[in-house]
Every structure is written in C-alpha cells, then in structure tokens.
C-alpha cells in the first residue's frame, strides 16, 4: 500500500488544481465561500465557553486554597 501514497497524492492535489483552475471550478468555490460568509457567528458558543472557563477558575481557587492550608 505505501508505494500507492505518491501516485494517490499526486491524483488528489491534481483534482483540486483543476478545482481551482477551471472556470466552473472557480464558481464552486465563490458559491461555497459565499455560503460560508453569508452564515451568522455562533454566539452561543461563547457563552458556554465563559461558564465553563468559570467552573474551573473556581475549581482551581478551591484546590489553591486546600493546598496553602
């Protein structure tokens, strides 16, 4: 199987040179960047990020405080 690594590699990175240089390729990519830009930021990922960042802040400060004792 490893002597198929190159050859497949070369295959892939061939495909996606013609996925770049092809002018139907190129609308492709424009739509899917497009969809990309047009969806809206997952706010509520950062809350919970914030809660969780909380718990172990405190976590932290209740075994500081176990340890110095």
Same mark, same amino acid.
């Given at each position: 199987?490893?002597?198929?690594?190159?050859?497949?590699?070369?295959?892939?990175?061939?495909?996606?040179?013609?996925?770049? !240089?092809?002018?139907?390729?190129? /609308?492709?990519?424009? =739509? $899917?960047?497009?969809?990309? #830009?047009?969806?809206?930021?997952?706010?509520?990922?950062?809350?919970? !990020?914030?809660?969780?960042?909380? /718990?172990?802040?405190? =976590? $932290?400060?209740?075994?500081? #405080?176990?340890?110095?004792?």
């Amino acid at each position: 199987m490893r002597k198929w690594y190159v050859p497949l590699t070369m295959l892939g990175l061939g495909g996606l040179g013609l996925l770049f !240089v092809t002018e139907r390729g190129q /609308q492709v990519v424009h =739509a $899917l960047l497009d969809t990309l #830009a047009d969806e809206p930021p997952q706010n509520e990922f950062e809350p919970r !990020v914030d809660r969780e960042l909380a /718990q172990i802040e405190t =976590a $932290l400060h209740e075994i500081e #405080a176990q340890l110095v004792r």
